[in-house]
Nanobody, 130 residues
């Protein structure tokens, strides 16, 4: 069982930066894949980024590639999402999610699918003003 708590959201102007944190409780956090998803008002939740347990393998949605960076510190049981060059369309509630690591063939497909994640945080609001 893993409990996830997001923090770091807030209001920022377009072009600015924010760093979100996802703090996990529970043992063996280093054996979990972690993903970030977001949901804008009136839209479905969508994949943003994911990271495998080692931290070396990361995956991004095309809409954030080159602007967002996912990283993790397993010693602190925390995953980060550094968001730069923010746009108004990045406004959403951001959620982190975790799943037990498994070796999969189509890694990005699996990690970008929210149904594969059994553990979710409560979300943190990010608002980008234009």
């Amino acid at each position: 069982q893993v409990r996830l708590v997001e923090s770091g959201g807030g209001l920022v102007q377009a072009g600015g930066s924010l760093r979100l944190s996802c703090a996990a409780s529970g043992r063996s956090f280093s054996s979990y894949d972690v993903g970030w998803f977001r949901q804008a008002p009136g839209k479905e939740r969508e994949f943003v980024a994911a990271i495998r347990p080692s931290g070396y393998n990361t995956y991004y949605a095309d809409s954030v590639k080159g602007r967002f960076t996912i990283s993790r510190d397993n010693a602190k049981n925390t995953v980060y999402l550094q968001m730069n060059s923010l746009k108004a369309e990045d406004t959403a509630v951001y959620y982190c999610a975790a799943r037990t690591y498994t070796s999969v063939v189509f890694t990005k497909v699996v990690l970008s699918t929210e149904k594969t994640y059994p553990y979710w945080g409560q979300g943190t609001q990010v608002t980008v003003s234009s």
